[in-house]
């Protein structure tokens, strides 16, 4: 099994970059594909962001295209989420996930199977 733990969350203001870090450990963490959603209240949780095993493909929401960027850095087992121009639309718990399989690069939640607990961005205007 992985676990993770997202880290990095806070309360900013609009125009504010974020960088959030989700720290995996277990076995054959390199070998999982990897991504990231977000919930606000009320909403369902959402796809955000995805990143291959290897960090070959990446994925993104039209929403936080050309804003958002994931990374992964497997020789320090850790996932990251650059957010830049955060908006008060992209106020959710976010959290990171990941599959046990290398070739899956989903974007819906039952695409994964190991997920962290999620860490609050909160963006005023």
């Known amino acids: 099994q992985v676990q993770l733990v997202e880290s990095g969350g806070g309360l900013v203001q609009a125009g504010v970059s974020l960088r959030l870090s989700c720290a995996a450990s277990?076995?054959?963490?390199?070998?999982?594909?990897m991504g990231w959603f977000r919930q606000a209240p009320g909403k369902e949780r959402e796809f955000v962001a995805l990143?291959?095993?290897?960090?070959?493909?990446?994925n993104y929401a039209g929403s936080v295209k050309g804003r958002f960027t994931i990374s992964r850095d497997n020789a320090k087992n850790t996932l990251y989420l650059q957010m830049n121009s955060l908006k008060p639309e992209d106020t959710a718990v976010y959290y990171c996930a990941a599959s046990k399989y290398s070739f899956t690069m989903s974007t819906t939640v039952t695409g994964y199977d190991y997920w962290g607990q999620g860490t609050q961005v909160t963006v005023s205007s």
């Open positions: 990143i291959s095993w290897n960090s070959g493909s990446t």
């Open positions: 277990g076995r054959s963490f390199s070998m999982n594909a």
